[in-house]
């Protein structure tokens, strides 16, 4: 056992246990939290992947941004006597059964995929990264422009208070 | 007006430009004078002015015809490569001339008709789109661009036929004619794949060499040939496709002038022009297209003679003259339909603006309700008459030209059955306007009230009648000079010179028929009606007969219109009751059953088990979940 | 070593608990941090293909950023709809959300 791989490990430990939080927890918030430091634990394996850039933007986007969202919106509509009520459903047996046959389903499909054992060392993505999509990427990265446009009025569409 | 600088390159701009007017009326029409009307006149004559600049320079020689545009490449599928191609010869000139001219006189004119009309900038901006439409017809050089046009045409037909969508009569006269057309356009349609693959073209210049090379077998030619006649039946209304033209009539009365008189119907009769070699290849072809154009002309003639509104007997008279036509050119006569659809264009626009003006000053369509309007609209009188001799071709109005030419040429062909049916419509033909003339013009006015408010139309109205009504008098005159003849009416095989020894009872038949037609007419419909009410109890069925048209249209209701409805009746039967209960409801009820039973019923309404997101979600992930496992092996 | 076998299998797993997630959950949010766990399990998988496989080139990575946009523009208007409902019903529960049905 290596160190990185021992570091692979601990990681992944901890980021299955916050997942399985989130999605087992009677308590919306402390689901929230959890998903934060999940997402957290993701951008860490970005690092690990060489991608410097993305962990960045991973955390600033998703940690900094898409979760202080649902946070607001937890706050927003939970009630106290809410904390109480069973958040599981009672399919939850045909769920488990359903995600455990997906999960192995990939996980055997993927155990023995072959990985190349000499790789590359890590070199810093920004650059490269901006020449791609203002390059070869630009007509999806205009696109994504667009589909952020459509998402803020549909959201503010969406959201607004009408006046009855 | 002298250019120093080429403008054949101008050439694509005649369809052009009423198209950009087509489009800038709906959006800038709020803003123009007149909503938009002067943009389209103004389109349209530029376009006009465009086209007679090009007559003048094929007149002094320095324009040799015929003469192509390089064409611009448009898009390519496989080896072939589709262009936007055009081209200029006699045939192509004269109808640009005539498409151009007619639709200028024929907006000013609306200008007076449709003053006080709603929805003025539908109305020209149609206009446009249809005149771009038809120019685009008539300047390709290769089907496919033709066929643009073509139902480019079609479109503009349907809407301006429904333009007074208010009245459930015109617009199921719409439909009906866009309908109708459209199973013509199969045709053309199915001709146009046919083409391709016999030929592997669709340029005419390439078609026509291709042609002439021969090693086609005689099948494939016909086939070819009565395909492209399938859409000319359709377009310009021949039996058994003619059930339209009579209905849309509900539409707007310079709108009948334009296109179911002059142009769009008459592109029928270019196409076939300009088929003109792979027609010629075919006999039986030729033979089909003059039995069929001879049959349907006898026919509507006979269907005009009975009608009493006056628009419908110029509808019927259309129909009867675009069948002559055919019936010249299934006899290889080129020269005489072709100059028969000039000269017709000339005085069917006449003959219909003429009656609009009419039909504007008493309010009605109904020729039993008018008379004696002689004294009343002078002018209107004096160029519906200018129409109706040319129209029954009494020398020297142009209509006698043209039609003794074809008449000429059905001589030459040695067809006897045909040269009788000739001339009987011709005799039909006479009869029919001049009992018109009678009814409306002369004799008693038969309902006081609107003979006393009748009044001659605006200028705006009445100078482009007399604009038509000149070139009625005249354009067979001009036509038949030599020198223009040759480069409008040269058959594009040069047959031998027909100049052929015709014997002089030929034409004479042919005028002392037109004459006598006149005259009867005249005679029984004129002044004191007892005449033709004693004749009238006599011919009581057969003109019950005609006056509904041979009931085609209630047969074809009753064969074919019925049946398909309740096929689709039937179809809707099953798709509803049988296929959406089995699969679509069957596949939602497995759904809920399966999985609706571990659903609490805590905070829930009980009995509520399905429309549950989650139960579906499941459904899928499952079917995923099989489809991943099964092709994972 | 870290091999490509195991951030895939990472990603599986954490791929499945999502799964879960959406399909076992009762209340919308919960149900949309879920999804948001597939979206990231997806993610790792694309860098793990892009480093392992194709060294040499960004695309995984680019594709990821877009990915991670439009997540979020997801989020947002998923969000706003959860805010919308909730306005009107004062009731998240997925179960008692069946309009769709006749």
């Not at chain 1, 690990?48 to 940690?63: E, K, M, N, P």
């Not at chain 2, 073509?150 to 036929?161: D, Q, T, V």
């Not at chain 2, 409008?488 to 042919?510: D, K, N, Q, R, Y």
Request: charged share 10%; glycine share 8%.
């Amino acid at each position: 056992m290596t160190l990185p791989l021992g570091i692979f490990y601990a990681l992944s430990a901890l980021m299955i246990g916050f997942s399985l939080v989130v999605v087992t927890s009677r308590n919306l918030f402390r689901g929230a939290m959890c998903l934060t430091a999940s997402m957290g634990f993701v951008a860490a394996f970005f690092a690990l992947l060489g991608g410097d850039f993305l962990a960045a933007s991973q955390l600033l986007i998703y940690v900094g941004g898409v979760m202080v969202l649902i946070l607001f919106v937890v706050m927003f509509v939970q009630t106290p006597d809410l904390f109480r009520a069973r958040q599981t459903s009672v399919r939850w047996i045909p769920a488990l059964l359903l995600a455990g046959g997906v999960g192995a389903l990939f996980i055997r499909a993927f155990c023995h995929i072959e990985s190349p054992t000499e790789l590359p060392v890590l070199q810093p993505t920004s650059t490269a990264l901006g020449h791609l999509l203002l390059g070869d990427m630009a007509v999806p990265f205009e696109v994504i422009s667009l589909v952020l446009l459509a998402a803020l009025v549909g959201a503010l569409v969406f959201g607004l208070e009408r006046e009855s | 007006m002298i250019f120093t600088f080429s403008m054949i390159s101008h050439l694509f701009l005649i369809p052009i430009l009423p198209f950009a007017a087509a489009f800038l009326i709906p959006i800038f029409g709020r803003w123009l004078p007149q909503r938009g009307a002067w943009l389209s006149i103004a389109a349209v004559m530029a376009s006009f002015i465009i086209a007679l600049d090009l007559l003048l320079r094929v007149g002094d020689g320095s324009l040799l015809l015929p003469h192509a545009v390089t064409p611009v490449p448009w898009f390519s599928v496989g080896l072939y490569e589709f262009v936007w191609g055009f081209q200029l010869d006699g045939l192509s000139l004269l109808m640009g001339l005539i498409v151009t001219g007619v639709s200028l006189l024929i907006q000013i004119y609306s200008l007076g008709y449709m003053s006080d009309a709603p929805r003025l900038k539908q109305y020209f901006a149609s206009l446009s789109l249809f005149t771009s439409g038809m120019l685009l017809v008539v300047f390709s050089d290769n089907y496919f661009q033709l066929f643009i046009g073509w139902e480019l045409m079609g479109l503009c037909s349907y809407l301006l036929i429904g333009y007074d969508w208010d009245r459930e009569a015109a617009g199921k006269a719409a439909v009906k004619a866009f309908l109708t057309t459209r199973i013509g356009d199969l045709g053309f349609y199915a001709a146009l794949l046919t083409i391709f693959i016999i030929l592997g073209t669709f340029n005419f210049v390439q078609i026509e060499e291709r042609l002439l090379d021969g090693g086609l077998s005689s099948w494939a030619i016909t086939l070819m040939a009565l395909l492209i006649f399938g859409g000319v039946v359709g377009k310009s209304a021949q039996f058994p496709l003619h059930v339209w033209l009579p209905d849309a009539m509900e539409g707007p009365t310079p709108v009948s002038a334009l296109i179911h008189s002059a142009t769009m119907v008459a592109a029928g009769v270019y196409l076939t022009a300009r088929s003109y070699v792979l027609f010629s290849g075919s006999p039986m072809a030729m033979h089909i297209v003059s039995w069929v154009g001879g049959g349907t002309s006898l026919m509507a003639a006979l269907f005009g003679v009975a009608t009493r509104d006056i628009k419908r007997m110029l509808a019927f008279s259309t129909i009867s003259q675009l069948g002559l036509m055919l019936l010249g050119l299934g006899v290889s006569g080129y020269s005489g339909s072709v100059m028969h659809m000039a000269t017709h264009a000339a005085f069917k626009a006449l003959l219909f603006l003429a009656a609009g003006s009419v039909i504007h000053a008493v309010h009605t369509n109904d020729i039993w309700k008018m008379g004696s309007l002689s004294k009343q609209m002078a002018v209107t009188f004096t160029v519906f008459l200018f129409g109706a001799l040319a129209l029954a071709a009494i020398p020297p109005f142009a209509g006698f030209f043209s039609k003794d030419k074809i008449i000429e040429n059905i001589y030459l062909a040695h067809q006897p059955g045909l040269l009788a049916l000739a001339y009987s419509v011709s005799g039909l033909t006479a009869f029919y306007v001049f009992r018109v003339i009678g009814l409306v013009f002369l004799g008693q006015p038969k309902e006081r009230d609107r003979f006393a408010h009748a009044h001659e139309s605006p200028w705006v109205m009445t100078i482009p009648m007399i604009i038509l009504a000149f070139f009625a008098v005249s354009f067979g005159w001009i036509l038949s000079r030599p020198s223009i003849f040759e480069t409008f009416f040269s058959a594009p095989l040069h047959h031998a010179a027909l100049e052929a020894a015709i014997p002089a009872w030929v034409m004479i038949t042919a005028i002392s028929v037109a004459v006598g037609g006149m005259g009867l007419g005249l005679f029984l419909y004129t002044g004191d009606l007892t005449r033709v009410e004693s004749l009238a109890r006599v011919f009581h069925p057969i003109h019950h007969f005609l006056f509904r048209q041979a009931y085609l249209d209630e047969a074809y209701e009753l064969f074919l219109l019925r049946p398909v409805r309740g096929l689709a009746a039937g179809l809707d039967w099953f798709d509803r009751q049988i296929i959406d209960r089995i699969f679509v409801d069957g596949f939602k009820t497995i759904a809920d059953e399966l999985l609706s039973r571990r659903t609490p019923e805590e905070a829930t309404a009980s009995g509520e088990r399905s429309g549950r997101i989650q139960n579906y979600l499941m459904i899928v992930t499952f079917a995923a979940l099989v489809l991943l496992f099964w092709n994972s092996h | 070593m870290i091999t490509l076998a195991h951030m895939l299998c990472l990603s599986a797993i954490l791929f499945s608990i999502g799964i879960y997630g959406v399909l076992a959950r009762k209340s919308l949010i919960a149900i949309l941090m879920s999804v948001e766990l597939m979206f990231n399990a997806a993610n790792i998988n694309l860098v793990a293909f892009n480093r392992f496989l194709y060294p040499d080139s960004l695309w995984g990575q680019g594709l990821v950023l877009l990915v991670i946009t439009v997540a979020a523009a997801e989020a947002v208007v998923g969000l706003a709809l959860v805010i919308a409902i909730y306005r009107n019903t004062k009731n998240l529960n997925a179960d008692d959300l069946h309009l769709l049905h006749d």
